[in-house]
Every structure is written in structure tokens, then in C-alpha cells.
């Protein structure tokens, strides 16, 4: 069966329950004093040689998500944070008309936040972050980003339309870079919730997404400066700060994380080690995975273990589905 047609035309997120079984509802504040709503899974008793996992969402989509996914990490003896961007989930305010808020927020503020309380939560443990889709973008956007040990990345990539997938990019076009921002234009946000797609989303985020270009500072703030500077330079030199080890987990039928849109991120990654690792729904026996399954829980012993062997010791597992596409040492 062709590419084209293994690709699905949804992009809703499949109903996982939310899972509060062990992790603690949390609240922080980022800098600029926003609060934001997460959980955190936690071992008793400090441990120097445990690590904590920040686990960075996708774009609008509910921390929730990833529950079952943060208990799988805590069972392998990590403790965990998951947390919601500034307008999203546990993080929203009572309404999203005229809310401010955009990626490098997500990445600057929310993202720096989560990270700076898992450090203080577990003071003198290895810090690593599992990002998802936009998440990995965020990374490089965080100014405590250099404190990172290692990353694992799902689809990570920044929405450059001419990255989409072939099969899928007219509908994606329609759907992301034309409806989208209509309706934001509408509402004064998107109310992506009653259509079904995913949570309602600010839209400082939407304009990002459905104007991004190939080099992301020739969009995001490029007329904005700091102390006589270009805002956006500022922010492609901070992705320089990262030097953790990063494993970029692509899915062969996510027409959001292609191979051009991984590598096209990954390319910012300029002080970081990375392997770009792809996977094909056929390799695990699936008939699709997407870009949002990887955390769904029957994938726990096929894809999970992917990310576990690479958060452990920066490796694979022992004969991993899938295959090494491209592999940067620095």
C-alpha cells in the first residue's frame, strides 16, 4: 500500500482518559508571573542518580495526553512533570478572546517555567525532556534549555507548509493556513474544541502556525528587538545553548513530522549531537500510528521503549523497530 494511502485525513486526538493515578496536580509561575496548571509523578525520597522527565506538549494539545505515557516513566523509576502552555488545558484562562500568547511564549515562558520547577522539585537530578510535535521547537526556545541532559523528540518540526506531507498538504493548506486563522479571525481565538480537533488555541499560536516560513526567525517576531538586537537572531542563537543528546523520533505516516520537517528543525540544533530514527507502521505490525498515537498505551511495548533506552543511556534498544535515517555527531 502506496504512502498516500496510509495517510490518514484526521488529526483528532484518540480519547485517552486522563490519568491522575499517581501524579499530584502542580502549579507554577512562569517569569513573567503567568500561572500554569501540570502534574507531577514523584518518588519518595531525593535520589542525585534519578532523573525527572519534563514531558513538552504539542500544540494545543491537553497535558492529559501524555498521563499514561509520564506513569510508563515513572514505573521505569523517572519522576515526571507534564504541564499545560499558557491557554491550554490547565493552563487556560476564563477566555481566550484578546488572550495573548504565541510559540516563542510557549517556548520562552511555559516550557522555562516547567523546567526550572522540576529542577527545584528534584534538586541535583538529571533533567531530560520528551518533547512532542511543537514541543520539540519550544526546546531551543527556553533560556534554562542548556541545562537539559538529554531530549527525545515525536514529530517535532514547526509547521513550514512546504514540509507537509505530499499525499496530505493541499487538505493541510485548507484546513491549518486557511480555516484556521479565518475562524481565530472570527472568534478572537480557535475554537478548535467544537470542531473536534483539539483544545481551543490563542491566537498570537495560530498566526505563528499558518504564516511560518522555511527559516522560522524570518516569522516569528522579526520586527521585534532586545537591547538593539533582532528578537528573532536572539532566538535562533539560543538554540546553540542545547547541547544534550537528541534521538528525533519520526513516524512514517505523520504528514506533520516528515523527515524535511524533522531535519529542518534539527538543523538549529547546532551544539547537539542527534539521530533521526524512523519508523514505519508495518515495522511494529500497526496499520498507522499518525503523529499523535506514539503516546497512546498500546504502543507500550513496541514504541515506548524507544524513547526509555535513549532517556536511560542516550541509545537504542536492543534490535529497535525502524532505522537510523540521519546521524549528526558534534
Not at 5 to 27: D, F, K, M, N, Y
Not at 56 to 77: D, I, K, N
Not at 211 to 226: N, T
Amino acid at each position: 500500500m502506496g504512502r498516500e494511502h496510509r495517510i490518514s485525513e484526521r488529526t483528532r486526538l484518540e480519547a485517552v482518559p486522563q490519568t491522575t493515578r499517581r501524579g499530584a496536580a502542580l502549579r507554577m509561575q512562569a517569569a513573567d508571573g503567568m500561572g500554569l496548571g501540570g502534574q507531577m509523578w514523584r518518588h519518595a525520597g531525593p535520589s542525585r542518580m534519578r532523573p525527572v522527565v519534563v514531558i513538552a506538549p504539542a500544540t494545543s494539545v491537553h497535558s492529559r495526553y501524555y498521563g499514561r505515557f509520564a506513569e510508563y516513566l515513572f514505573e521505569q523509576g523517572f519522576d515526571v512533570l507534564t504541564f499545560d502552555y499558557r491557554g491550554i488545558g490547565l493552563s487556560r484562562p476564563p477566555s481566550l478572546r484578546g488572550f495573548r500568547a504565541d510559540w516563542v511564549d510557549w517556548g520562552e515562558k511555559d516550557l522555562d517555567a516547567a523546567l526550572r520547577h522540576a529542577e527545584a522539585e528534584c534538586p541535583g537530578q538529571p533533567l531530560h525532556v520528551v518533547a512532542h510535535s511543537i514541543g520539540g521547537f519550544a526546546i531551543g526556545l527556553a533560556p534554562a534549555n542548556a541545562r537539559i541532559r538529554r531530549i527525545v523528540t515525536v514529530g517535532a518540526q514547526y509547521a513550514h507548509w512546504r514540509d507537509y506531507d505530499r499525499a496530505a498538504r493541499a487538505r493541510m493548506i485548507v484546513k491549518w493556513h486557511l480555516v484556521m486563522p479565518a475562524l481565530t479571525a472570527l472568534f478572537g481565538y480557535f475554537p478548535a474544541r467544537r470542531l473536534g480537533w483539539m483544545e481551543d488555541t490563542p491566537a498570537g499560536v495560530v498566526r505563528d502556525w499558518s504564516r511560518m516560513a522555511a527559516r522560522f526567525e524570518d516569522s516569528v517576531r522579526p520586527r521585534q528587538f532586545v537591547a538593539g538586537a533582532r528578537e528573532a537572531d536572539l532566538l535562533v542563537q539560543r538554540f546553540s545553548q542545547v547541547t544534550a543528546p537528541i534521538l528525533a523520533i519520526g513516524l512514517d505516516d505523520d504528514p506533520h513530522g516528515t523527515p524535511e520537517a524533522i531535519r529542518r528543525l534539527l538543523a538549529y540544533f547546532t551544539a547537539s549531537p542527534w539521530r533521526h530514527w524512523h519508523v514505519m507502521p508495518s515495522d511494529i505490525g500497526a496499520v498507522s500510528i499518525g503523529h499523535f498515537a506514539f503516546f497512546h498505551d498500546r504502543f507500550r511495548e513496541t514504541l515506548w521503549p524507544l524513547a526509555l533506552a535513549w532517556l536511560r543511556e542516550a541509545e537504542s534498544p536492543e534490535a529497535p523497530p525502524g532505522r537510523l535515517l540521519v546521524r549528526a555527531l558534534r
